[in-house]
């Protein structure tokens, strides 16, 4: 009777695990990913604005532009005229001084007073930028208005030092940063109380994620607020709702992600990436390499002893050299995922460039499940 029992019990309890085993085991839909909205999308109107700035770094230690570099002249010549030095450029030879372009970023919402960082570089001759200081310098926006000002000591990630032909140099020394060192002079804070409809923008184009993220917010919400104007574009309706709160709720949400299929390829670096769900059509890869060495000596042919006719020429010998190595073979089958590939290249001793050109022919054998993109 015991063992009766205990068989029962056993029986009941693997058919309760059952649908959670069967669950738990169901893999995840292959080229999709859980992320926040918050991570994949925009709110459009509320974006960053690039700053540029023209200036001149001063305290250098005779490292700076040299009087060739004459808009360097002309600018420190303008500096002092402001300051009531008058000075003619052409007769300035300072070594301390170079011209530099000023870059920031404006946040959004960014208000008078706020500090931002700025980078600097050097757009002269100039041989580091090492202890200088960034004199006063306008940041102007895209539409010729200044919105911010910049000045402060540079902060570099590298230097040099030595001379003539003896010289060390680490990272780049012409280039360097001042954090908070620009002051924004101008509101541009958006209003969001004014906001009737938000306007979410995903940074990879897609229907299906844009599909399921008007979905996850219109279940969050319980209404249908959410739609989708095209592959990038869903709209939601505020509807009288404190703009903050909806997009704080809105962003924390997570949607499954559909990546794309695509391989990346830079044929300048030999470098190929690739997603995990490419795969490839039955297809046989051949794959072989031709060398061709061109050298060339130059011999010198002097006349004989005493001659009055001859003289001495350099005449060239050169010499072609071929030489082929025999292809080698790879068979992929049907669904060949990305791995499978690589490993049978390198199986062949195919390099990152014959790599390049081997995606390139399975493409235009149609043999290529994904988009081959070429920058």
Do not use: W
Request: glycine letters at 10%; aromatic letters at 2%; a neutral charge.
């Amino acid at each position: 009777m015991k063992r009766t029992l205990m068989f029962v019990g056993l029986l009941l309890a693997i058919a309760l695990s059952a649908p959670m085993i069967a669950h738990s085991a169901n893999p995840t839909t292959a080229g999709s990913s859980s992320v926040r909205i918050g991570d994949i999308t925009t709110v459009e109107g509320i974006r960053d604005n690039p700053l540029t700035g023209f200036g001149i770094v001063v305290g250098l230690n005779k490292t700076g532009d040299t009087q060739q570099t004459l808009f360097t002249m002309q600018t420190l010549a303008n500096v002092l005229r402001k300051m009531g030095v008058q000075v003619n450029a052409s007769v300035i030879l300072a070594r301390n001084v170079a011209s530099v372009f000023v870059t920031a970023t404006l946040p959004p919402f960014a208000t008078a007073g706020t500090r931002i960082d700025v980078n600097v570089s050097s757009t002269g001759d100039a041989k580091s930028l090492e202890g200088g200081m960034l004199l006063l310098t306008p940041l102007y926006g895209p539409d010729g208005q200044v919105y911010a000002v910049a000045q402060g000591p540079l902060v570099l990630g590298g230097y040099t030092g030595g001379a003539q032909a003896n010289v060390v140099q680490v990272n780049h020394p012409t280039a360097g940063r001042i954090p908070e060192g620009a002051i924004i002079e101008r509101n541009l804070a958006v209003d969001l109380s004014q906001m009737k409809k938000l306007s979410l923008l995903l940074g990879q184009s897609d229907f299906a994620t844009a599909e399921n993220e008007a979905g996850a917010i219109n279940q969050a919400l319980g209404s249908q607020v959410a739609t989708v104007v095209d592959s990038r574009r869903v709209e939601i309706n505020v509807g009288g709702r404190n703009v903050p709160e909806l997009l704080a709720q809105v962003q924390s949400l997570s949607i499954t992600v559909n990546q794309p299929a695509r391989v990346v390829v830079n044929e300048r670096t030999g470098t190929v990436v690739m997603g995990g769900n490419v795969t490839l059509g039955a297809c046989s890869v051949m794959h072989g390499s031709l060398t061709i060495a061109i050298t060339t000596e130059y011999q010198v042919s002097q006349p004989p002893p005493f001659s009055k006719t001859g003289q001495t020429v350099v005449v060239p010998q050169t010499t072609v050299q071929a030489k082929e190595q025999p292809a080698r073979r790879l068979e992929l089958k049907a669904g060949t995922t990305v791995e499978d590939l690589v490993n049978g290249l390198q199986g062949i001793g195919a390099t990152a460039r014959d790599i390049v050109a081997v995606l390139e022919a399975i493409r235009a054998a149609g043999a290529l499940n994904a988009e081959l993109v070429m920058i």
